[in-house]
Every structure is written in C-alpha cells, then in structure tokens.
C-alpha cells in the first residue's frame, strides 16, 4: 500500500478554484483601479472593499461520483466585463444602492433645511421629511451618474477574460487527467445580459 498524502479530486478543486478566486480578485481591483485613476471624478472606496470583489466565492457540490465547482459573482461583473457601449441610460436602483453602500453624503440645501425646521413641529414629520429629501437628493445624484454613462459608457476591462484563458482550461484538464487519470468536463456558463 502506497504511502504519503493524496489529496482528492474535491480537494484539488478547492485549492484550485480558491486560488483562480484570488486572480479574479487580484485582475478586478487593478481593473477599478485603472478606472479610478483615470476618471474625471473618482470614488472615494477602496475597490477592495466594493460588493463585486466581495461577492466572488467558489460553490462545491457532490454528487455521486460527479463533483462540481463554481464560482458565483455579482451581477455587476458583467460590465465591469464588457463595459458599457454609450446611449442608453442604466437602471437607476443599482446606482442609488451603490451611493448609500459608499457612503456618499447627500446633503440638503439651506432653504430646504430652514423650511423642513420651520413648517413642522413634530420632530417625526421633520425626520420623514428629511429622510424623503435625502432620498430625492441620491436619485438625483443617481440621475447624473446614470446620464454621463449613457452619454460616454463605460470601459470594457477584461478582468474575467484575462484570467479564465483557454491555456488556464487546458492546464487543469492535464493535471486532473495526470495526477487522478479522471477526465473532466469543464463548462463554462455565463448569464448573457
């Protein structure tokens, strides 16, 4: 009986998939980067921080005999894929979430807070005022965020394409078939916008 460690298909995939994570991580945050830096008004966040790089995260499930490995992200992969070509406005709720996970601060213009303080006295009838400006305020943020990408669009960064490479493929199907002598189905499925 041979000895020494031998580790599993599922094992191999883990290790495989968590370090294919890290890549995808590793090409997203240098792709936003790259955006940040030559945008007219970059965002304050760190892209390390952002939901599209938190949300990449490997699936394992097993079957029988049969073992698979996904990895799930967010919808926004999509275009930060591809980009956006210019002349159609995006939708707004998208946007709205991502001002309030950033933190950008809205605020309220002068008159608008005299009058909120002035024409009610009760102090909830002020908050629900305030909070209904507030959110006013953020989709009209929204809209110019939206309207200065259906006039320019936005840059197709191929942070996905650049690590999933048909080389990367064929290396995995060569080492599983060598170091198990399994041959393996990779499919590749992707949700077309």
Request: hydrophobic share 40%.
């Amino acid at each position: 009986m041979a000895q020494g460690s031998f580790p599993s298909v599922r094992t191999y995939l883990k290790e495989w998939s968590e370090l294919l994570i890290s890549k995808l991580r590793e090409s997203a945050v240098l792709e936003m980067n790259l955006n940040k830096s030559s945008a007219k008004f970059p965002s304050v966040g760190d892209p390390q921080a952002s939901p599209l790089v938190a949300g990449i995260r490997p699936v394992f499930s097993l079957l029988g005999k049969r073992v698979e490995a996904q990895i799930i992200m967010p919808q926004s992969w999509y275009w930060l894929e591809h980009g956006r070509a210019p002349g159609k406005f995006p939708p707004e709720e998208p946007i709205v979430r991502w001002l309030v996970q950033r933190g950008v601060q809205v605020k309220l213009g002068s008159r608008t807070r005299k009058r909120l303080t002035t024409t009610f006295g009760n102090r909830s009838y002020k908050r629900l005022i305030k909070q209904a400006s507030m959110d006013k305020k953020r989709k009209q943020l929204a809209w110019l965020i939206r309207r200065h990408i259906a006039d320019f669009g936005t840059r197709d960064t191929h942070f996905y394409s650049n690590v999933v490479t048909d080389k990367l493929i064929t290396d995995l199907k060569t080492t599983m078939k060598e170091r198990f002598k399994k041959d393996i189905q990779i499919d590749l499925l992707t949700i077309a916008q």
